[in-house]
């Protein structure tokens, strides 16, 4: 049985919104497929672009007023292979005072990847933060979820990048610029667990940064926003899950290793 469509939906903090991602197939030439596990075949068929065809799926999203039924349709202007309403490792889709959204996305080929800021009133785009190589882009490495955040009062947004060479974070404005690099070294960035935006500090883990224990072991860090006073909180040799309470203050550290159980212990988020 095919398995059911089901649209990502975000509400909005002021719950009078919802964004919506949608995939455009129309005109999209048809791939037939053959079923041959029952006694008399069944065909099927998916729209499904083949390459050199002008018409493709156009990833797009929607900005629902909840009150008014007003459909606000949002295609980027750099037509991307897939466009993103998920979110990171921490929610900041919706910016904080609702009237902002924050789409990530790929080109075709994935060579290019970026995100973008838009007004929720108007569709305004802005790109604030953005990558392109040669070969692939990645905007995440390939353990763990989206690597972004965007601060509530909109002014840094927090972007992983291997532009050096290696898997780390990079702060931007508002409007794009780069301010500074978070973190460097030969070690990489994994995710970002939280944000502490009155110390402006960035909490994240971290793989290969500690000399002789195993490479892909997280770890959980703490960067200033200008990225200084770099610290590790979780010193055990072993791999580290986390999770943040909701006011930052404390964390649930659940580390293991391949030959020893989960050990759950409660931390506190100044000093580990």
């Known amino acids: 049985r095919p398995t059911p469509q089901r649209p990502q939906i975000r509400w909005s903090p002021d719950s009078k919104k919802l964004l919506v991602s949608r995939q455009d197939e129309r005109g999209v030439g048809q791939m037939p497929y053959i079923a041959f596990t029952n006694q008399r075949p069944k065909l099927y068929t998916q729209p499904y672009a083949l390459p050199g065809d002008s018409i493709v799926p156009l990833p797009t999203a929607h900005i629902i007023d909840v009150d008014s039924k007003i459909n606000l349709e949002i295609r980027l202007a750099s037509r991307p292979l897939t466009l993103s309403t998920s979110g990171s490792s921490i929610d900041s889709v919706w910016a904080e005072g609702s ?71 990079y702060r931007f404005d508002r409007q794009g610029a780069l301010k500074n690099q978070l973190t460097t070294g030969p070690w990489f960035g994994s995710a970002i667990k939280y944000v502490d935006e009155v110390a402006k500090q960035v909490y994240f883990t971290a793989r290969g940064r500690e000399a002789g224990q195993f490479w892909y ?56």
Do not use: C, M
Request: glycine residues 8%.
């Open 217 to 272: 072991y997280a770890k959980l860090y703490r960067v200033n926003y200008d990225g200084s006073a770099l610290t590790l909180l979780t010193p055990e040799d072993g791999h580290h899950v986390i999770d943040f309470s909701p006011s930052g203050k404390f964390f649930v550290d659940t580390w293991s290793r391949i030959e020893k159980p989960p050990v759950t212990v409660l931390r506190g988020a100044p000093d580990g």
């Open 99 to 169: 009237d902002r959204v924050f789409l990530t996305a790929l080109s075709r080929g994935s060579k290019r990847a970026w995100l973008t800021a838009v007004d929720a009133a108007s569709g305004a785009q802005t790109t604030v933060a953005a990558d392109s190589f040669a070969t692939f882009a990645e905007i995440s490495p390939p353990t763990d979820p989206d690597s972004w955040y965007t601060t509530k009062d909109g002014q840094d947004a927090f972007w992983w990048s291997e532009r050096d060479g290696w898997g780390h974070f």
